[in-house]
Nanobody, 125 residues
């Protein structure tokens, strides 16, 4: 099972970006999906999370500007980022805490603590 993130880039302050993350493999179910970010010299922080049935939560710094969503049929999670600020500059990572997948005929397995490769978001002032 792999997570592939995309959608980062360079944008001016006040602009917007939409990040996508798709899980691949013989996936049967994904539990919570999250977006983290890590700015230079800082620790990685969770900024948004969504449960399998769509309940969301955000860190205070992005509330009202970012929206997390998911498409369970596509095994995907998205992050719509509006009103971007230079302080949002970071590498953004998608994460899934538990993925249930088929690893063979009539064999189900779980992968825990799954991370995407990161996508750079740079906001210029």
């Amino acid at each position: 099972v792999q997570l592939q993130a995309s959608g980062g880039g360079l944008v001016q302050a006040g602009g917007f970006l939409r990040l996508s993350c798709v899980a691949s493999g013989n996936i049967l179910m994904i539990n919570n999906m999250d977006w983290y970010r890590q700015a230079p010299g800082k620790q990685r922080e969770m900024i948004a999370t969504i449960t399998s049935d769509g309940i969301t939560n955000y860190t205070d710094s992005v509330k009202g500007r970012f929206t997390i969503s998911r498409d369970n049929a596509k095994n995907a999670v998205y992050l719509q980022m509006n009103s971007l600020e230079p302080e949002d500059t970071a590498v953004y990572y998608c994460h899934a805490d538990a993925i249930k997948y088929s690893s063979g005929p009539n064999v189900k397995s779980y992968g825990f603590d799954n991370w995407g490769q990161g996508t750079q978001v740079t906001v210029s002032s």
